[in-house]
C-alpha cells in the first residue's frame, strides 16, 4: 500500500496523473509536464512536497552535535536562517542531502529526502548515541505530523503575503531564511527556499493545517498565474537548475566533492563524519566529477543510465544520473559522472542511446539561472 | 477522462491503431497511448523499406519522463514515414489518429487485420 500525503484528496479532485514515488503515491503532473514547467518559470506553481521528512534536534548541545553529522558550518545559522547541507558517512558518501533550519537557540528543523526518512534518522541515532554529549540532545521524527507545500516562481512574491497576513511581511524574508507564521490560529513555517531554480517559498505546517494552506494559495494565487504542479515538472526544473537529487546524483558511494556540491562542506570545521576523506579528495581532485552536458544535434533525450564515451568513442568514461528534453531549452541536457580528465567545460563527448553514439558537449552548472532578483 | 476510440480503425493491445486501405495500412498510436505518455518530445521511427513482422518492435517514442517501444500491430514492408511528426512529435498529443500518424506499410497477409481488437473491444480495455 503506498503512502499518501494529506493533500492526496486535493489532487484526486485536481485529475492529477499519480505515480509511485519511493512509496509514495503522487502526482506526476495534472495537465502536462511541459506547461507546468513553463508555468513555474513564467508564473506561478505549487507542488506537494509533504512527502519530504521533517526531524527537529533539540537541546543545548543540538548545535555541536548538528555540526559533527553535516557537513556545511551550522555555526554560521543565527535563528531563522537555514542551510543546505549533506549528511555524510565516513568513506565520504552521502547518506543524504537536506535543508537545516535554525528555528532558535538550540532549535533545528532538518527537511530530508522522502526515500531516505528511516536511514536518515536510523544514522542520526547513531550518531546520537555514540555522542558524549547525547543527554543534552533530541532527536524527533515529526515527518507524519506536518505537510508542506512548494510555491515557486516569478509572480509568488506578488501575492505571498495576501495569502499569509504578518505583521512583517513575509515577502521580507531573505533567501534562505525561514520564519513562523500564524495561519487559522496555529503556527506554520514559511522559508524562501525550494528546488525549481526560481524564487520562492516552502511552507511547512502541521498536517490537518497543509490543506487549507494549499487552498489559500490556490485562492491568493489564481490572478498571478498559479498553478498545481506535479513531480514531473519538479524533476525537469531542478535539473535544468542543476541541483542534485538523491538517488540519481547523490548516493552513499558518492562524495559532495564528486557531485560538485563542496561549497557545501565546510572542510575548516573541527571534525565531522566523512572530513578525512573529503579533505583527500579536495586536496587530491577526486577520481569522478558530476559534469552537466548538452546534446548538440537532433537525439533522442539523453536519460539515466545511458553510457557517456569519449568524443572520439574510443573509452566508455561513466553514466548519466539525470537527463531530459530541457522544457525551458529545447534541447536534451543532463547530468553524469565522468573521469576529472573530461570535465572541462567544452570537453565534446558522446553520449549511447540504444546503440547509436550522439555528441554532446560539457557546458557550465547551471543550464539555467533567472535573470534577476532572489 | 475517456479516451476516443475512432470505429473505422483496428486496434492492437499494446495501444497501436491501424487504418487498413486495401493493401497498405497506416499505423498510429491510441489517443489512450499519448494520454498516458503525456508530452511527447521525440519519435524514432523505422527506416523505409523495412520488413516488419507483426508485434516487433520497430519505433519509440519519447516522453519527457520515458521512452516506449512502439510495436507494429500487422506485418509488411514500411512504404512511408511520417517526417511531420518526427520534426514536430507534439502532433502524436494533438492528433493521433491524424497528423500524428507514424508509418505506412504494404501489408504481407491482409488477413492478419482480422487478429486484430475492433474499436468496441479496444474501447472496453481502455475505457472500462
Not at chain 1, 548545535?63 to 554560521?76: C, G, H, P, R, Y
Not at chain 1, 528511516?118 to 547525547?134: I, S
Not at chain 1, 507524519?144 to 497576513?165: E, H, L, R, T
Not at chain 2, 498510429?28 to 523505422?46: K, R, S, W, Y
Amino acid at each position: 500500500m503506498l503512502k499518501r500525503t494529506p493533500l492526496y484528496e486535493s489532487h484526486q479532485a485536481l485529475n492529477a496523473k499519480l505515480i509511485d514515488f519511493g512509496g509514495w503515491e503522487m502526482p506526476v503532473q495534472y495537465t502536462s509536464i511541459l506547461d507546468e514547467h513553463n508555468t513555474v518559470r513564467k508564473a506561478a506553481g505549487i507542488f506537494d512536497i509533504s512527502h519530504m521528512g521533517e526531524f527537529f534536534v533539540t537541546g543545548t548541545g543540538a548545535q555541536e552535535f548538528l555540526n559533527s553529522a553535516l557537513t556545511n558550518d551550522v555555526t554560521k545559522l543565527a535563528p531563522g536562517q537555514g542551510q543546505y547541507t549533506l549528511m555524510c558517512n565516513e568513506r565520504g558518501g552521502v547518506v543524504d542531502d537536506l535543508y537545516l533550519y535554525c528555528l532558535g537557540l538550540g532549535n533545528y528543523l532538518l527537511i530530508v529526502n522522502a526515500s531516505r526518512i528511516a536511514a536518515d534518522f536510523a544514522w542520526l541515532q547513531g550518531l546520537h548515541e555514540k555522542h558524549p554529549n547525547a543527554s543534552k540532545i533530541k532527536l524527533d521524527e515529526k515527518s507524519a505530523s506536518y505537510g508542506a507545500v512548494a510555491v515557486q516562481g516569478p509572480n509568488v512574491a506578488k501575492f505571498i503575503d495576501a495569502a499569509f497576513p504578518s505583521d512583517v511581511a513575509v515577502s521580507t524574508l531573505a533567501k534562505n531564511e525561514i520564519r513562523m507564521v500564524s495561519f487559522r490560529g496555529e503556527l506554520i513555517y514559511i522559508a524562501r527556499t525550494g528546488y525549481t531554480g526560481e524564487d520562492g517559498f516552502e511552507i511547512i505546517s502541521p498536517a490537518p493545517l497543509i490543506a487549507p494552506v494549499w487552498e489559500e494559495c490556490l485562492r491568493s494565487g489564481k490572478d498571478h498565474g498559479l498553478k498545481p504542479c506535479g513531480l514531473g515538472a519538479r524533476d525537469t526544473l531542478r535539473l535544468e537548475s542543476c541541483y542534485p537529487l538523491y538517488g540519481h546524483e547523490l548516493n552513499d558511494t558518492t562524495s559532495p566533492i564528486e557531485a560538485g556540491v563542496g561549497f557545501f562542506v565546510a572542510l575548516d570545521k573541527p571534525q565531522f563524519v566523512g572530513a578525512e576523506v573529503l579533505r583527500e579528495q579536495k586536496a587530491n581532485g577526486p577520481a569522478k566529477r558530476l559534469v552537466a552536458f548538452k546534446m548538440t544535434g537532433k537525439s533522442p533525450p539523453p536519460r539515466q543510465d545511458y553510457a557517456i564515451w569519449s568524443a572520439d568513442g574510443s573509452q566508455k568514461l561513466g553514466a548519466i544520473t539525470s537527463g531530459t528534453q530541457s522544457p525551458t531549452l529545447g534541447v536534451g541536457l543532463g547530468l553524469g559522472y565522468v573521469p576529472p580528465s573530461h570535465a572541462a567545460t567544452d570537453t565534446s563527448l558522446q553520449i549511447e542511446i540504444r546503440g547509436n553514439k550522439f555528441p554532446a558537449v560539457v557546458v557550465k552548472k547551471p543550464f539555467y539561472k533567472r535573470s534577476a532578483g532572489l | 477522462m475517456s479516451s476516443k476510440v475512432p470505429s473505422d480503425l483496428r486496434y492492437a493491445k499494446t495501444h497501436e491503431w491501424v487504418r487498413v486501405a486495401g493493401e497498405y495500412a497506416t499505423i498510429g498510436i491510441t489517443d489512450h497511448a499519448q494520454h498516458e505518455l503525456t508530452d511527447v518530445v521525440f519519435v524514432e521511427l523505422p527506416k523505409q523499406g523495412r520488413a516488419l513482422k507483426a508485434g516487433e518492435s520497430c519505433a519509440v517514442v519519447e516522453s519527457v519522463k520515458t521512452a516506449s517501444d512502439i510495436y507494429t500491430p500487422i506485418s509488411g514492408e514500411v512504404t512511408a514515414i511520417n517526417d511531420a511528426v518526427v520534426a514536430n512529435p507534439a502532433l502524436v498529443n494533438t492528433d493521433p489518429y491524424g497528423e500524428g500518424w507514424f508509418f505506412k506499410i504494404k501489408l504481407t497477409n491482409p488477413a492478419e487485420a482480422q487478429n486484430l481488437l475492433s474499436a468496441e473491444d479496444y474501447g472496453k480495455q481502455v475505457n472500462a
